[in-house]
């Protein structure tokens, strides 16, 4: 799960500097350090750390020895001034006695152990297909974004703090390539020249006050000597990819979008931070959603500043539309996702916010609310202002991903599915024992009456549908196994129409994929994208999974109208494609037009 992945809580660091110039670093002799080796490194790690149910209690757990950066590198280290040895050296000091990676959540040696280990980026390289044959309708790019460090983290590190790396299969007649690259953004490039990381972690950096207040000092001393510029942002762009506009991006929420494209013969190169024109001044949403008709893309931003919530529109000519500030929500609160239908926009104001104060009691800005009631917002997407925002209190109902929402009863009626997190005091901490049952949620406009009803009790999440069904009624979702999460055994497929007629699982097709093999979020490709009377599940669910005890990474096809969801074609990868978040899928013709 990818809630929290890049966070909106360093980009209002009171640190102002002129958005486009460009760091000034001390003088440094660069040597083109390296970025963090995979394959022997992932060993080196591995067999050092035990099993995570055979982990000692976290409170008798010894610190880990200090961490190098870029201890891995198979390059000469960079010979750096004595301002950046004076900053490492603190950096050092602050996670090996202030705040060393005690607790086993944010211990780098088990963190980044299995295939959560970071790779190092692959030029485009063929693939052979090994069971079955690609469809001519995946002529394109399945596309993947998730966390891998540039350099081993010295100290604490969560799974959502790594830099965005995107691993690419490109498809063209039946053959494929893949090809891994960081997504080159502000932050990757400042380090990659430094030779060390330079700006703390977000979700392992800030627990405490004596942490906090020691790393954030020290992020404020590197920003002033000049080793880099918050103003051109700090995001790592690690979470999603979408199509905006005739334009690929790459998204993170703490940041603005990272423009991508892929080449014709498989390579990612990045672009760069787009502002749409000077019109986004701030971070946006990793989950945009594209409505299929119109095409408008309609997103958000989030942050521990009001207006806690901000929402906006960009044209089908990526014209960004004016900003519609949200006022009546009292308190930040994470909200990584929503949904729209024909005519309104749904929000959730969950259990889980931003709490700086929680820093005084030695806990993290970000964590649960237990006492909090939490609410469904719904206003008309198109609004000028919040007048017409109205909110639902929906007792227990936590979300972090949306899959679909739409209108019934002409228009009276709003029924949004989605996984609801039934142990949210877990969140963060131990993502293990986060358990998300699919529900669908049933708003009638009209009497204010709000009505729950489960659609499968199995440990659910990143539930996808086919793309030309956003904000309608749809019958099939696709959505993947925790077991738990964050590895994923599985995927399975839904009919929501199911509990109209009765009460029972809704849960039509599964495809889990064995013993020690384990994949990511399913992607859905329409076998005729084009045809409108098409139907539903007339195409295939897409995914990475990787066999641990092989080492082997596969790219998986199956055929989304089967029961067991049967392969259709299996694709050996070259290199291990590690675990992440959201991926999509960008057919040839588009591909072309970037």
Same mark, same amino acid.
């Given at each position: ?113 299995? +295939? ?37 983290? %010295? ?5 959502? $703090? ?43 950096? =800030? ?150 104060? $929680?820093?005084? +009691? ?34 227990? =109902? +936590? ?32 993502? $293990? ?77 599964? %495809? ?80 072309? +037009?970037?």
């Amino acid at each position: 799960m990818d809630a929290f992945s890049s966070s909106s809580f360093l980009s209002t660091l009171p640190i102002s500097f002129p958005k486009n110039k460009s760091p000034s670093p001390p003088n440094l002799t660069i040597l083109n350090v390296s970025s963090v080796r995979i394959e022997e490194k992932t060993v080196a790690t591995t067999k050092q750390t035990p099993r995570p149910a055979e982990q000692p209690p976290e409170q008798t757990r010894k610190p880990p020895p200090p961490r190098k950066a870029a201890a891995v590198s198979r390059r000469p280290a960079a010979e750096v001034s004595l301002p950046t040895l004076i900053f490492n050296g603190f950096d050092e000091f602050i996670n090996t006695f202030i705040d060393p990676p005690v607790r086993q959540s944010v211990d780098p040696r088990h963190a980044l152990s299995a +295939n959560f280990a970071p790779v190092d980026e692959l030029p485009p390289t063929e693939c052979e297909v090994v069971e079955g044959a690609l469809p001519s309708c995946l002529d394109g790019a399945y596309i993947r974004n998730g966390p891998n460090p540039q350099y081993l983290p %010295r100290g604490p590190y969560h799974l959502f $703090d790594g830099d965005g790396m995107l691993h690419a299969v490109r498809i063209s007649q039946g053959r494929a390539t893949l090809c891994s690259r960081y997504v080159k953004t502000y932050k990757y490039e400042v380090e990659r020249s430094i030779g060390s990381p330079v700006i703390p972690n977000v979700f392992s950096g =800030f627990s405490g006050l004596t942490a906090s207040a020691a790393r954030g000092a020290l992020t404020a001393a590197r920003a002033l000597s000049g080793q880099f510029n918050p103003g051109n942002g700090i995001g790592l762009a690690n979470t999603s990819l979408a199509l905006l506009g005739g334009k690929l991006f790459a998204l993170g929420e703490s940041d603005l979008p990272y423009a991508v494209k892929i080449t014709p013969d498989g390579d990612v190169i990045t672009l760069g931070r787009h502002d749409f024109d000077g019109k986004l001044i701030m971070s946006m949403t990793a989950h945009p959603k594209i409505d299929p008709e119109t095409r408008e893309a309609f997103a958000f931003r989030y942050g521990p500043m009001p207006p806690f919530l901000t929402f906006f529109r960009v044209n089908p000519d990526g014209v960004k539309q004016p900003d519609v500030p949200i006022f009546s929500m009292p308190s930040p609160s994470f909200i990584h996702d929503f949904a729209i239908t024909k005519n309104y926009a749904i929000f959730s104001d969950i259990q889980i916010g931003m709490n700086p104060l $929680d820093l005084l +009691n030695g806990g993290s800005p970000v964590g649960a609310s237990p006492g909090k009631v939490p609410r469904v917002g719904v206003i008309p997407r198109y609004a000028k202002d919040e007048s017409e925002m109205r909110w639902f209190e929906v007792p227990g =109902f +936590n979300i972090v991903h949306a899959i679909n929402a739409w209108e019934e009863d002409e228009g009276n009626t709003i029924v949004l599915v989605a996984p609801n997190i039934m142990s949210v005091e877990h969140t963060m901490e131990r993502m $293990d024992l986060v358990h998300a049952a699919v529900e669908k949620l049933t708003i009638d406009l009209k009497t204010g009456m709000v009505f729950r009803q489960p659609l499968s009790t199995r440990n659910l999440d990143f539930g996808v549908i086919n793309p030309a069904c956003v904000a309608k009624k749809n019958k099939y979702v696709y959505a993947a196994v925790g077991d738990p999460m964050p590895k994923i055994s599985g995927v399975v497929k839904l009919d929501v129409s199911v509990s109209e007629a009765d009460r029972r699982d809704c849960i039509v097709g599964s %495809r889990m994929y064995g013993p020690g093999c384990f994949g990511g979020e399913p992607f859905y490709v329409a076998r005729e994208p084009d045809n409108p009377e098409a139907a539903e599940d007339d195409g295939y669910v897409v995914s990475y999974v990787h066999d641990e005890k092989s080492g082997e990474s596969k790219f998986l096809v199956m055929d989304a109208q089967t029961p067991n969801l049967d392969i259709v074609a299996a694709v050996k990868l070259p290199a291990r494609v590690p675990c992440g978040f959201h991926g999509l899928f960008v057919k040839e013709s588009d591909l072309n +037009n970037l």
